[in-house]
T-cell receptor, first 110, second 115 residues
Framework: GENVEQHPSTLSVQEGDSAVIKCTYSDSASNYFPWYKQELGKRPQLIIDIRSNVGEKKDQRIAVTLNKTAKHFSLHITETQPEDSAVYFCAASKNEKLTFGTGTRLTIIP | DTGVSQNPRHKITKRGQNVTFRCDPISEHNRLYWYRQTLGQGPEFLTYFQNEAQLEKSRLLSDRFSAERPKGSFSTLEIQRTEQGDSAMYLC?????????????FGEGSWLTVV
């Protein structure tokens, strides 16, 4: 089955700096790659997603890139703010089934 | 958009008891999913429905677990003879059924603690 690896597991950045989280996947048939933000005790919330026919997508301070050949995708958050502190999960989807990475705990240092 | 609704939000049960969780998806969504999340881990896929048909089940879903979606609307997840290892958050999610790569929206989850 699909295997998704995510790095780093923890990340601390100064407020205003950028944060980058990277994921790799194993199944070349995966075609949908969402990113979720999860605050303590709450549900995963979709923040951005990308489909396999697109290489990059941006939404304000958040961007995602996808390299299908290398089977990796990355989340970029610019101008980080304290409210960006949370756990971020990447996921890869094949046949409507999401396989999640192990998460990155992002801490924004004021 | 009222979102995906789950209840109960929290359940504490003694080992060996049965528990049932309910999920009400977003009203126009035909696909419904159950995931399980333990502390420090990402959600793990359990099962998935297209309308009332259960199309896929993970091997994580032992025979103590059963999920139903009888009329293609709400779904229930029942765990029989609970074990301490069942303690987790059970997440329901839904998506529309237009092709592949649909956005999946999660509910707030149902926390299960087995004591």
């Amino acid at each position: 089955g699909e295997n998704v690896e995510q790095h780093p597991s923890t990340l601390s950045v100064q407020e205003g700096d950028s944060a980058v989280i990277k994921c790799t996947y194993s199944d070349s048939a995966s075609n949908y790659f969402p990113w979720y933000k999860q605050e303590l005790g709450k549900r995963p919330q979709l923040i951005i997603d990308i489909r396999s026919n697109v290489g990059e997508k941006k939404d304000q301070r958040i961007a995602v890139t996808l390299n299908k050949t290398a089977k990796h995708f990355s989340l970029h958050i610019t101008e980080t703010q304290p409210e960006d502190s949370a756990v971020y999960f990447c996921a890869a989807s094949k046949n409507e089934k999401l396989t999640f990475g192990t998460g990155t705990r992002l801490t924004i240092i004021p | 958009d009222t979102g995906v609704s789950q209840n109960p939000r929290h359940k504490i049960t003694k080992r060996g008891q049965n528990v049932t969780f309910r999920c009400d998806p977003i009203s126009e969504h035909n696909r419904l999913y159950w995931y399980r999340q333990t502390l420090g881990q990402g959600p793990e896929f359990l099962t998935y429905f297209q309308n009332e048909a259960q199309l896929e089940k993970s091997r994580l879903l032992s025979d103590r677990f059963s999920a139903e979606r009888p009329k293609g609307s709400f779904s229930t997840l029942e765990i029989q003879r609970t074990e301490q290892g069942d303690s987790a958050m059970y997440l329901c999610a839904s998506s529309p059924s237009t092709g592949t790569g649909n956005t999946i929206y999660f509910g707030e989850g149902s926390w299960l603690t087995v004591v």
